[in-house]
């Protein structure tokens, strides 16, 4: 396939027949607003770094939006599952898997940024069709799949809550809320660049807000210093867990589980086309790179490091561990008799419906972009709003999603997390061409040492992909073929 010349990164208009550079929008941010934010840039860029990082803070940007998505369901489940099979033991995982997300993310911010160029056609272009479809497609479809299972969780999640206020509300009402808020929240960020700023605000309180009430759960149960100390200590595997009848949990699995998922496909999607969405150019690539630490690496570590730590200190060690079958929550439950049936437990329940819920709203934002992106709408448009829509028959998850888990969840979990290596691979292409990044192409020391924390993200990948999905595949396939006999 020809390569296009690259994209003119001076920020002059793209040439007659070439449209691939920017994002087509519907209202596009103020140039005015645009310049003075540049013009912030320069001034905080020449300040002390200390300075200049507190600038960028109080800035942030779409490293939230990554949070939102991440913090979810099954960063929920995963952290408190690690903390009453195996302690404080596995608190190295969440940080290890970030870091490695962050650098890919950082490679693709990088690309972005300093090209102009919207990364599905940058992918089509210059490193393949079958690369750019299989990232846009698994990014839809983790998007719309996965929604069943947020909607399950959250609809219990809000009658636990009303129950904590002598309320009773059936699972259909309590989806309906989450529901109606995702519909909101979602427009607003298509409303254009102040509803975008806005939807910012919003979701970097609700983050924050999520932390904190995992926080107060520690507080209330403690902190054993020298288990912290030692579980944070990059790849020491414990042996494998036994749960109250016996039965064991692997703890390779469990990691190797957990360095796969704190990255999915949808938010590597999602993550360079909100970079467009603002109007971020070369002048942001430096605030874009501190937004992926402080806005999605931070908080992400404290939540799912605060969860670990709450069900360590109640639940490991005891008989209350039941294996596979520990949800969130039975965590609460659990946790009641130490946070108490009132105040405690609610904060830890609204804590983990904050994530549900924001989780939920970036999949219909990440699921839109994609649909976009292969329809050629624009952001913003009816075709744009009507495509944030395409997830929400997730709520009926609400209702059936344990009859619907092993019939399309399996499967679809296998098929996304395969395709993210492979979008890697794309990037990686993407990261060596000379002809798409030009004069931006790293290079030299640095741009070796990228290369090949981007080449060792993939394997990682790779490795989750044969250890967890190969067995589980050959499970499903056997589970189905008993199934289809009977």
């Known amino acids: 396939?020809?390569?296009?010349?690259?994209?003119?990164?001076?920020?002059?208009?793209?040439?007659?027949?070439?449209?691939?550079r920017g994002l087509p929008m519907v209202s596009p941010p103020d140039p005015a607003a645009l310049a003075e934010e540049r013009a912030w840039l320069a001034e905080n860029d020449a300040k002390p770094r200390l300075a200049?990082?507190?600038?960028?803070?109080?800035?942030?940007?779409?490293?939230?939006?990554?949070?939102?998505?991440?913090?979810?369901?099954?960063?929920?489940?995963?952290?408190?599952?690690?903390?009453?099979?195996?302690?404080?033991?596995?608190?190295?995982?969440?940080?290890?898997?970030?870091?490695?997300?962050?650098?890919?993310?950082?490679?693709?911010?990088?690309?972005?940024?300093?090209?102009?160029?919207?990364?599905?056609?940058?992918?089509?272009?210059?490193?393949?069709?079958?690369?750019a479809y299989g990232w846009a497609i698994g990014a839809m479809l983790a998007s719309i799949i996965w929604h069943f299972s947020q909607y399950a969780l959250a609809s219990v999640l809000v009658t636990e809550i009303a129950s904590q206020a002598d309320i009773t509300m059936s699972k259909g009402i309590g989806g309906g809320i989450v529901l109606a808020w995702a519909l909101l929240s979602s427009q607003l960020f298509a409303s254009g660049s102040r509803g975008m700023l806005w939807f910012d605000r919003l979701l970097k309180i609700l983050v924050w807000l999520i932390v904190l009430c995992f926080a107060f759960t520690v507080a209330r149960t403690g902190v054993d210093w020298g288990a912290l100390a030692k579980g944070i200590i990059p790849f020491r595997v414990p042996a494998d867990a036994v749960d109250s009848v016996g039965a064991t949990t692997s703890a390779l699995e469990t990691?190797?589980?957990g360095l796969g998922a704190a990255v999915a496909i949808n938010m590597v999607f999602l993550y360079p086309y909100t970079l467009l969405a603002r109007g971020w150019g070369r002048e942001h690539r430096r605030l874009a790179r501190f937004d992926l630490f402080g806005g999605m690496f931070v908080p992400y570590i404290l939540a799912t490091g605060l969860m670990i730590i709450a069900t360590a200190n109640t639940i490991y060690g005891t008989d209350q561990f039941v294996g596979k079958g520990f949800s969130p929550v039975q965590a609460a439950k659990v946790l009641s008799s130490t946070l108490g049936e009132g105040l405690g437990t609610g904060i830890f329940l609204f804590g983990l419906l904050g994530m549900v819920m924001t989780t939920i709203t970036m999949h219909m934002v990440s699921a839109a972009f994609a649909i976009s992106e292969m329809a050629g709408l624009?952001?913003?448009?009816?075709?744009?709003?009507?495509?944030?829509?395409?997830?929400?028959?997730?709520?009926?998850?609400?209702?059936?999603?344990?009859?619907?888990?092993?019939?399309?969840?399996?499967?679809?979990a296998m098929l996304t997390t395969?395709?993210?290596?492979?979008?890697?691979?794309?990037?990686?292409?993407?990261?060596?061409?000379?002809?798409?990044?030009?004069?931006?192409?790293?290079?030299?020391?640095?741009?070796?040492?990228?290369?090949?924390?981007?080449?060792l993200g993939t394997l990682v990948m790779l490795v989750f992909v044969v250890i967890v999905l190969g067995p589980k595949l050959f499970q499903w396939f056997s589970d189905m073929t008993t199934t289809s006999a009977s």
């Open 378 to 412: 624009k952001f913003g448009s009816r075709g744009y709003r009507l495509a944030l829509l395409v997830p929400t028959p997730g709520y009926l998850g609400a209702f059936f999603w344990s009859d619907m888990a092993f019939y399309i969840a399996i499967p679809t």
């Open 418 to 455: 395969a395709l993210l290596p492979i979008a890697y691979v794309g990037f990686i292409k993407l990261q060596r061409s000379r002809a798409y990044l030009g004069a931006d192409m790293p290079t030299g020391r640095r741009g070796q040492a990228v290369l090949a924390a981007m080449v």
């Open 1 to 20: 396939m020809a390569e296009q010349a690259p994209p003119d990164s001076s920020g002059a208009a793209p040439p007659d027949g070439f449209d691939t």
């Open 255 to 257: 990691i190797v589980a």
């Open 52 to 131: 200049r990082w507190a600038g960028y803070l109080r800035k942030g940007g779409p490293g939230y939006l990554q949070s939102a998505l991440t913090l979810g369901g099954g960063s929920a489940s995963a952290s408190l599952f690690a903390g009453a099979a195996f302690g404080y033991q596995l608190l190295w995982v969440a940080p290890t898997a970030m870091l490695i997300g962050m650098v890919m993310m950082m490679a693709i911010a990088h690309q972005t940024l300093s090209t102009g160029m919207r990364p599905f056609e940058a992918m089509r272009s210059y490193a393949g069709v079958k690369f």
